[in-house]
Every structure is written in C-alpha cells, then in structure tokens.
C-alpha cells in the first residue's frame, strides 16, 4: 500500500469513529426517554430555572433538586410530554412528590432524570 492509501483509509476510519460517536451523542438520550419507572417519594428543596441562548433563541432549562435526587423537566417526544412551565411552576418547594420519570440518570451521554408527571403527597 503507498502512503497516500495509508493516509485515506486512516482518515476514513477517524470519519467512521467521530461520525458513531456523534450519532450516540444524540440518540442515546433520545432512546433513554423509554426508560421509564416511578421514582420513590421525594421532598423538593430547590426549584431552578435556568436561560440557555443559542444563537437567536433562548430556551428554559427547569431543574429541580430533591433530597435524593436531582430531576430535570423537559420536552420528550417518546413519551409525548410538552408541558414543561405548566409542571415546573406547580412544583413547591418543601412539599412532598410522587415523580414519573425517563431516563437512566446523570451520566456521560445522559441529563439528569425527566420527570414526566408529579403527583403530590399529603
């Protein structure tokens, strides 16, 4: 093999690596959403609401910090959830929640946690 075949298939094979890593990167997290479990009961003692800009845009990125664990709140096209404000701002702090949640965790690919639904106890 001459060296500018050397030098092609090592620069194929660099493509191949960074393209499957890129291709985790974004469908990990998009198929961890189908994991889904309920969360034992959890008192909320933080609520955060984060600005994230892109370029033109900014976004809103709700996490909430319990005593066990910390969740995040948002849009997730697997399990058909779209109401991120509307749960995020009904969550008090102090009290006591049952959570729905996806995901598997903080984790190299993944986000904290997706909480789904919340259900209050008393």
Known sequence: MSKTNLEATGATIIL???????FCKWAY???DQNNTDT????????????????SSTTDF???VI???ET????????NWKFN????FFRL???KKYRFRVAGSGKGFWTDYRNILSAQKVE
């Open 29 to 31: 997290p998009a198929l």
């Open 71 to 78: 969740f995040v709140i948002k849009s997730s096209l697997a």
């Open 61 to 63: 990125r709700y996490i």
């Open 16 to 22: 191949i690596i960074v393209a499957v890593l890129a």
């Open 92 to 94: 008090e702090r102090g």
């Open 39 to 54: 969360t034992a009961v959890v008192t909320i003692q933080d609520l955060q609401q984060q600005q994230v800009f892109r």
């Open 84 to 87: 991120n404000s509307d749960l």
């Open 66 to 68: 319990c005593d066990t």
